[in-house]
Every structure is written in structure tokens, then in C-alpha cells.
């Protein structure tokens, strides 16, 4: 996993396809920053079942990062994919991903840490789409995916 983190080669694991993050989106752990609250704990913005999502900054603009820990290879190289996928993807409706990061385990046995860095959009899915007076409350299906 060292080289993922430095975002080096295209190498796969029992077949499970890339684990390693392209070079091209890999963003440098140290860039980003953290929004912590008065306790000096992490800002959370949302939580998930693939991850926690935390408020920060990516040289100065506001970002939304997605933290994920993974140990499975198979779920490593589908973690890839999306993140290529997401970083090609280029449309007013999906949110901008700047990058991601692959951080090897701090001890050894430890798990990886995948963070995905994204554009920080105002508001949340909910109240955009559910909420009587959100942005857009009663869109179509098609703004809506």
C-alpha cells in the first residue's frame, strides 16, 4: 500500500483490480485541513455507511472530505474506481472531487485510510430536495439524480 499512498503504479491485489490511486488524483495528505470545533475535535458534516464526511479546506477553498477505512483489497480497488470515476466525471450536477488520498497504516496490522476531497456544496441533500422551501424541493427526477 506505500505506493498507493504516494499514488504510484496500477497494481491490483488477487485480481481484485487497481488498489493504488493514480498519480493524477492524488492530492498530498498535508494540504488538507481540518475545521475542528472549540474542543479542537473535526467538524462532522454527515456520516454514512461507507464512511464519515468532515469539514476542511483544500489551499484555502472549502471542502467536504470523506474518510473511509477499508481492509478488504476488493473494496480497496472499488474505492479506486469510484474515485477515477468521480474525478472524470464532469457535470453541473455532480459534485467536484479535487482528489483523494491513500494513507498506509500508521502501525503495523493497521488498516488504510481512503480520503476522498470534494467540493463543500451549502446545505444538505435533505434540505435541498426534501424540505418545502429547499432549493430543490419538488424537482424533477432528473435533477434530482
Do not use: N
Not at 472549540?38 to 455507511?49: K, V, Y
Amino acid at each position: 500500500m506505500a505506493a498507493a499512498a504516494a499514488g504510484g503504479g496500477s497494481g491490483g491485489a488477487s485480481g481484485a483490480g487497481p488498489t493504488e490511486l493514480p498519480a493524477e488524483y492524488t492530492l498530498v495528505f498535508s494540504d488538507i485541513k481540518w475545521d475542528k470545533d472549540r474542543d479542537d475535535e473535526r467538524i462532522e458534516l454527515g456520516r454514512g455507511a461507507f464512511g464519515t464526511v468532515y469539514a476542511g479546506q483544500l489551499h484555502g477553498q472549502q471542502v467536504a472530505i470523506k474518510h473511509e477505512a477499508m481492509d478488504d483489497p476488493v473494496d480497496a480497488a472499488a474505492w479506486v474506481k469510484a474515485a477515477v470515476l468521480h474525478m472524470r466525471a464532469k457535470c453541473p450536477y455532480i459534485v467536484v472531487m479535487h482528489g483523494a488520498v491513500v494513507r498506509p497504516p500508521a502501525t503495523a496490522g493497521g488498516i488504510p485510510a481512503y480520503y476522498s476531497v470534494m467540493e463543500r456544496l451549502a446545505g444538505t441533500m435533505t434540505r435541498q430536495l426534501l424540505t418545502p422551501g429547499g432549493a430543490h424541493y419538488g424537482a424533477g427526477m432528473v435533477l434530482r439524480m
